[in-house]
């Protein structure tokens, strides 16, 4: 969205068909990305639904628990 003169216009690119497009194609990338990294890596998943500090609570735990399984082996 761009805003010109004061007034929002619309680009082609913004509308909800096209929306829906790229998130697919996102999703498709990004579990290309997963895929690729899982096996190699340390891999947590968090669900990034609901507010700032929701989501700041949920990765906070993950990272609680994966230090609190290091100290047990260190």
Do not use: C, W
């Not at 997963?34 to 968090?46: A, Q």
């Amino acid at each position: 969205k761009e805003y010109l003169l004061g007034q929002l216009k619309r680009r082609a690119e913004d509308s909800p068909q096209s929306l829906a497009n790229r998130f697919k194609q996102h999703k498709i990338n990004l579990g290309k990305v997963v895929t690729y990294l899982k096996p190699r890596y340390k891999f947590y998943s968090v669900n990034g639904m609901g507010t700032p500090k929701q989501v700041h609570n949920r990765i906070q735990k993950v990272i609680d628990k994966h230090l609190k399984q290091r100290e047990k082996v260190h």
